[in-house]
């Protein structure tokens, strides 16, 4: 006891006391492993409830309700005593998979923590102290009175400019403000559907899309191929190592069907007014927008789809089919997405607030679709992550999202990559952490080691199930691995970033990884946060780990997809087990270690950004007014 009184004293005047919420034992580990001591806060978890459980059939004194925890009332120690909470708490979803291997592991881990008495008992002692350093899963579960008095925290305030959906589209519109780049070159262009504006562009964009994927399809039906699009030929591929491209069905009993003449012309038309617009020709023409002339759209879309998912014929004369090659060709250098297009003209509709693939279209499971219709099947309630060909679709799952929470249930609507990388087949994303230490100057580590995320289905553009187009490893878990997967990729859907390089390297592209794609994530990372910026609370000595989300094209161009806050630090396999704990570790050497010593290691850190600290200036009245006088008519 008195050498726990003494550690006590030291950790208190040393400021080493932590608190740790949610399933982080890395993070407890490592801090414990410093010398550091605990202040310990409720837990939710199965042997709460079991220990108060047992507690109840001992005592006859009444304890403390799940409602009275959520105000911040004591709850008991297994040890004696009370444990005072930190404040306010919820039940917390489990992150951890449930497979036997990492359910193991956990109950290991909890045996070890029992077996350590004297962590209880420094725990005991710091119950009344104020924690120098919270590592916590959600900010709105600590009492806010306290977290003021919090000096390192790991979470920062109002992310939502950079780490929703909607937020991070409505961020990147004002990028060029801030940095001469244009987020169309990193981004896939993005449409907040609960704007009236954002939805008018976007069914503007559809249609134009529309018309273009309908040329490509004329040219391949015509057996012609756009000059530039074909990717160089790599004779070290073997089977499943080509780039897939969409392939139109068979055509059927609807092959007769052959799509009127006027349909090609109408898209050569549409194509050539935007164009021109492009090209800046309209500036001083009174030229309507190409999608606000004489065209009937929907009429012009049916005969689309006819074409693009019915397998219609459609025939070009040879003086269209050399508008239609120029056209494309000019269009390609005018657009900077049109290598991500490809002809059947898919987006992917999205909860503008939601993440990991939550609400999933298709019910429970997202196994049904509509063959040919161009959609999974939406559940009843507002559903999560949809892919769509249709615009009327769009439009109508878009609108019918009735639930109770409708209003955080805002939908955005982005262009789909239809022309992805794939690996054996396959398609993947990219996990790609950073960190943010400051907001004044605004500091930005990137983290040198990432992890590939594969689909449980061989990617198809034609079959648009949730197994086969989204990555998340919580929608992946619930498939099982289909039987006509490439048996070379890995049983537990993760690569490395080594493990992908060694394959870009027997590809011949060994300095794709250091030359294009890092690069690429880097910039698009900087240029998010940079528009972000002014949106999101820091707060000094606190910092954030955040979790990117790439796609990559077949011109090995990253895409960025979203950005997550408080990304999952639970093991789904090997390879996330190991460099989840090394993001963990160094993440603790950078915002601790590094404060005494400047020159520490900093693991796979590196320091990608640190702008020109910016002075704040005191807010002073200024009194704005614009001198002049009004015109009159004469």
Not at 309 to 335: I, K, N, P, T, Y
Not at 564 to 571: A, E, F
Request: neutral net charge.
């Amino acid at each position: 006891t008195r050498v726990g009184q003494a550690e006590f004293s030291f950790c208190a005047q040393e400021k080493k006391i932590f608190a740790v919420h949610g399933p982080y034992p890395v993070i407890r580990s490592l801090l414990r492993a410093r010398g550091w001591v605990e202040r310990k806060l409720p837990r939710e978890g199965r042997r709460l409830k079991q220990q108060l459980g047992s507690q109840k059939k001992q005592q006859s004194e009444t304890e403390p309700s799940d409602d009275g925890d959520e105000q911040g009332e004591a709850v008991p120690n297994p040890r004696g005593g009370a444990l005072p909470s930190l404040g306010a708490t919820e039940p917390l979803h489990d992150p951890w998979p449930h497979n036997e291997e990492v359910e193991e592991e956990k109950e290991e881990d909890e045996d070890d923590e029992d077996s350590d008495e004297i962590h209880d008992l420094m725990s005991y002692l710091v119950r009344d102290q104020v924690p120098h350093f919270l590592w916590t899963i959600r900010l709105s579960s600590i009492d806010q009175e306290l977290l003021q008095r919090i000096e390192v925290v790991n979470r920062y305030h109002w992310v939502h400019a950079l780490s929703t959906k909607e937020g991070l589209c409505l961020s990147l519109q004002n990028l060029p403000w801030f940095e001469q780049a244009d987020p169309n070159t990193f981004f896939p262009r993005c449409y907040r559907l609960g704007t009236m504006e954002e939805r008018e562009a976007f069914i503007e964009d559809f249609r134009l899309t529309a018309a273009r994927s309908l040329l490509k399809l004329a040219l391949e039906k015509a057996g012609s191929r756009l000059v530039g699009t074909e990717q160089p030929p790599n004779s070290n591929k073997g089977p499943g190592d080509h780039i897939s491209h969409p392939v139109p069905p068979t055509e059927g009993p609807g092959s007769s069907l052959s799509s009127p003449s006027w349909l090609a012309e109408e898209a050569l038309e549409v194509c050539e007014q935007h164009l021109g617009v492009l090209e800046h020709q309209d500036i001083d023409r009174n030229t309507p927008s190409p999608c606000r002339t004489c065209i009937d759209w929907n009429c012009f879309l049916q005969g689309y789809y006819r074409v693009a998912h019915e397998g219609a014929g459609l025939e070009l004369s040879e003086v269209q089919r050399e508008r239609c090659q120029d056209l494309l060709r000019r269009l390609a250098e005018q657009l900077p997405q049109f290598s991500i297009e490809g002809d059947l003209n898919v987006w992917i509709l999205k909860p503008s607030a939601k993440s990991r693939g939550r609400g999933k279209a298709g019910g429970s499971t997202g196994h049904r679709q509509a063959r040919h219709r161009g959609r999974t099947s939406p559940s009843p309630c507002c559903p999560g992550i949809v892919c769509a060909t249709r615009l009327e679709e769009v439009l109508q799952l878009a609108r019918g999202c009735t639930t109770p929470s409708a209003r955080a249930c805002e939908w955005v609507v982005q262009k789909y990559v239809e022309r992805p990388l794939t690996i054996f087949g396959t398609k993947f994303d990219i996990r790609q952490w950073f960190l943010v230490t400051d907001g004044n100057p605004l500091t930005v580590w990137f983290y040198q080691d990432c992890y590939l995320r594969f689909c449980s289905r061989p990617f198809s553009l034609r079959h648009l199930e949730l197994s086969r187009h989204l990555c998340n490893v919580s929608v992946q878990k619930q498939y099982k691995t289909s039987p006509h997967q490439d048996p070379r990729l890995p049983p537990s859907r993760v690569w490395s970033s080594r493990q992908f390089q060694a394959y870009l390297a027997r590809l011949g592209r060994a300095d794709t990884w250091h030359q294009v794609m890092v690069p690429g994530m880097k910039a698009a990372i900087l240029n998010s946060l940079r528009c972000a910026q002014g949106h999101m609370g820091f707060r000094k000595g606190s910092f954030e780990l955040f979790g990117a989300d790439f796609l990559v094209g077949e011109d090995c161009q990253p895409w960025l997809l979203e950005i997550n806050s408080c990304p999952t630090m639970s093991p789904s396999s090997a390879v996330t087990r190991r460099l989840c704990a090394n993001v963990q570790r160094d993440t603790l050497r950078l915002v601790l270690d590094r404060k005494n010593d400047p020159s520490c290691p900093t693991g796979a850190f590196e320091l990608m950004y640190k702008e020109a600290a910016v002075p704040l200036r005191p807010a002073v009245g200024i009194n704005l007014m614009v001198e002049g006088c009004s015109l009159k008519k004469p």
